[in-house]
T-cell receptor
Framework: NAGVMQNPRHLVRRRGQEARLRCSPM?????VYWYRQLPEEGLKFMVY????????ESGMPKERFSAEFPKEGPSILRIQQVVRGDSAAYFC?????????????FGDGTRLSIL | EDKVVQSPLSLVVHEGDTVTLNCSYE??????LLWYKQEKKAPTFLFML????IEKKSGRLSSILDKKELFSILNITATQTGDSAVYLC????????????FGDGTTLTVKP
């Protein structure tokens, strides 16, 4: 019973390149959440998606960042024209329903480093 | 703006000690408070607290919520080196379901 799977575990990009981070939710989960964690800080909410829909993107930077969760395949967090400040750990979580007493289950994260 | 504040930021104890971690919050449409343990990788779920005054226990860990004073504590008794981790507190909401707001965590180091 696989948990939330994120890949890659580590990603190195040069300034100006694009970064694509993937998240496959737990089996049976249709709600996905992306968080960013800077060193020595807590997780900061970015976006909440259900299949083919963005429900809440209030934590997403207005430019360069986008997210999708297609009908088939993993959720993708895409960062265009990366800058040094994008270096962080990006965590994905999933749940089976949004309004419930079930906590979100987290993946191991993708550590993005910008050279 | 919603806030979740954890204290202390870091804590160093010796095996066998008891620790208390604090989490206070100021949010609108509060639904529940959650505690997670993070050891280099994914945060792992510890407790979800929705009602005031009801202690939740799991082995040497316990937690309680005070919705009047807007805080929660996480207690760890007889600490072990394996308890060394970052402990994260988060709140979630009745509306905008799905989003969680996290504190910056308490880094606990347990020395042998």
């Amino acid at each position: 019973n696989a948990g939330v799977m994120q890949n890659p575990r580590h990603l190195v990009r040069r300034r100006g390149q694009e970064a694509r981070l993937r998240c496959s939710p737990m089996k049976g989960h249709s709600h996905v959440y992306w968080y960013r964690q800077l060193p020595e800080e807590g997780l900061k909410f970015m976006v909440y998606l259900q299949k083919e829909n963005i429900i809440d993107e209030s934590g997403m930077p207005k430019e360069r960042f986008s997210a999708e969760f297609p009908k088939e395949g993993p959720s993708i967090l895409r960062i265009q024209q990366v800058v040094r400040g994008d270096s962080a750990a990006y965590f994905c979580a999933s749940s089976n329903v949004a309004s419930s007493n079930q906590p979100q289950h987290f993946g191991d994260g993708t550590r993005l480093s910008i050279l | 703006e919603d806030k979740v504040v954890q204290s202390p930021l870091s804590l160093v104890v010796h095996e066998g000690d008891t620790v208390t971690l604090n989490c206070s919050y100021e949010v609108t449409n509060f639904r529940s408070l959650l505690w997670y343990k993070q050891e280099k990788k994914a945060p792992t779920f510890l407790f979800m607290l929705t009602s005031s005054g009801i202690e939740k226990k799991s082995g040497r860990l316990s937690s309680i919520l005070d919705k009047k004073e807007l805080f929660s504590i996480l207690n760890i008794t007889a600490t072990q080196t394996g308890d060394s981790a970052v402990y994260l507190c988060a709140v979630d909401y009745n509306t905008n379901a799905g989003k969680s707001t996290f504190g910056d965590g308490t880094t606990l180091t347990v020395k042998p």
